[in-house]
């Protein structure tokens, strides 16, 4: 009997899409784990990955994809397609570059469309209930988190889109998996605002808090307790290989505040408790102080 395939997006060294390529490969599928650059794959192809140039947001490179990836697999449809890749643009909603912020929605939303489009036919080709798309969000998709807004809105889309996607997948029999993740350690900060420190623009009205705000910009009050991207793997892999995967899948340090906080403790509360963990409340204080509220 032939393995179950996997294809799985943004696998570069050190992200979330490396771990969980090498945990399905451990886990006896046949893994085809993609990048835009090969160079930062070549540590799974020495595992007997086999590697798959993919660029998200270019279409010739999806084709060309689609096109190497049925030779691979010889016509025998994919199991499992996981839209991994994704990017972050942090920077307060009123400051935000509408350019950089639109090129953070192609990668984390319209890439997984395009993406799953260009493949629903070798997914179509495997065996009749079998196929399933996952689609990597994050618990960001419930939450308000401050100088977070452009990445928690792009999530947030992600996740209806694929609510929606599951209901019509059903005359398929495809099955449609969201995976909302919470704080994992890996490359995600360091790669976020095209792998620059965010800095507020030069005329910014925070500009009182500027080093403040800029803290919080960067993630690094999160860093810390992350949870380690192996055993999370571990338990995505497991969850999405079921023979019943659940429609959705929370995993990740503080996924309960997405699940469960966001979703049902006041918006009094929970605006207070964002306010105090994200810097809010000290920039309020500092802003106020400046006597530049107005």
Same mark, same amino acid.
């Given at each position: 009997? =032939?393995?179950?395939?996997? +294809?799985?997006?943004?696998?570069?060294?050190?992200?979330?899409?490396?771990?969980? @390529?090498?945990?399905?490969?451990?886990? %006896?599928?046949?893994?085809?784990?993609?990048?835009?650059?090969?160079?930062?794959?070549?540590? +799974?192809?020495?595992?007997?990955?086999?590697?798959?140039?993919?660029?998200?947001? =270019?279409?010739?490179?999806? @084709?060309?994809?689609?096109?190497?990836?049925?030779?691979?697999?010889?016509?025998?449809?994919?199991?499992?397609?996981?839209?991994?890749?994704?990017?972050?643009?942090?920077?307060?909603?009123?400051?935000?570059?509408?350019?950089?912020?639109?090129?953070?929605?192609?990668?984390?939303? !319209?890439?997984?469309?395009?993406?799953?489009?260009?493949?629903?036919?070798?997914?179509?080709?495997?065996?009749?209930?079998?196929?399933?798309?996952?689609?990597?969000?994050?618990? @960001?998709?419930?939450? =308000?988190?401050?100088?977070?807004?452009?990445?928690?809105?792009?999530? @947030?889309?992600?996740? +209806?889109?694929?609510?929606?996607?599951?209901?019509?997948?059903?005359?398929?029999?495809?099955?449609?998996?969201?995976?909302?993740? %919470?704080?994992?350690?890996?490359?995600?900060?360091?790669?976020?605002? /095209?792998?620059?420190?965010?800095?507020?623009?030069?005329?910014?009205?925070?500009?009182? /808090?500027?080093?403040?705000?800029?803290?919080?910009?960067?993630?690094?009050?999160?860093?810390?307790?992350?949870?380690?991207?192996?055993? !999370?793997?571990? /338990?995505?892999?497991?969850?999405?290989?079921?023979?019943?995967?659940?429609?959705?899948? !929370?995993? %990740?340090?503080?996924?309960?505040?997405?699940?469960?906080?966001?979703?049902?403790?006041?918006?009094?509360?929970?605006?207070?408790?964002?306010?105090?963990?994200?810097?809010?409340?000290?920039?309020?204080?500092?802003?106020?102080?400046?006597?530049?509220?107005?």
């Amino acid at each position: 009997m =032939s393995k179950r395939s996997v +294809l799985i997006t943004g696998c570069s060294r050190g992200g979330l899409g490396d771990a969980l @390529a090498q945990e399905s490969h451990r886990h %006896g599928l046949r893994v085809i784990a993609t990048a835009r650059n090969l160079s930062k794959v070549a540590h +799974l192809s020495d595992l007997g990955i086999e590697v798959v140039q993919l660029d998200v947001l =270019s279409d010739s490179s999806i @084709a060309s994809a689609v096109t190497r990836v049925e030779q691979l697999l010889d016509n025998a449809g994919l199991d499992i397609l996981l839209n991994n890749a994704g990017g972050n643009y942090a920077m307060p909603v009123v400051d935000g570059n509408i350019s950089e912020a639109k090129a953070l929605f192609d990668l984390n939303f !319209w890439s997984y469309i395009t993406v799953t489009q260009a493949f629903i036919p070798l997914l179509r080709a495997t065996a009749a209930g079998t196929a399933l798309i996952v689609n990597q969000t994050s618990i @960001a998709a419930a939450m =308000s988190t401050p100088w977070w807004g452009y990445y928690n809105a792009s999530k @947030a889309a992600a996740a +209806l889109m694929t609510d929606t996607l599951r209901l019509e997948m059903q005359p398929f029999n495809i099955r449609v998996c969201e995976l909302r993740t %919470g704080n994992v350690k890996s490359g995600f900060f360091n790669n976020q605002n /095209a792998g620059n420190k965010p800095k507020l623009p030069e005329h910014s009205i925070y500009s009182p /808090a500027s080093d403040h705000v800029e803290q919080y910009l960067t993630g690094d009050y999160l860093k810390a307790d992350g949870m380690a991207s192996e055993p !999370w793997a571990r /338990a995505v892999v497991a969850q999405i290989t079921a023979s019943n995967p659940p429609y959705r899948i !929370w995993e %990740g340090t503080h996924w309960w505040v997405g699940r469960i906080v966001c979703q049902y403790f006041p918006t009094w509360l929970v605006n207070m408790v964002f306010s105090q963990k994200s810097g809010v409340n000290k920039v309020v204080q500092i802003i106020r102080a400046e006597g530049k509220t107005k």
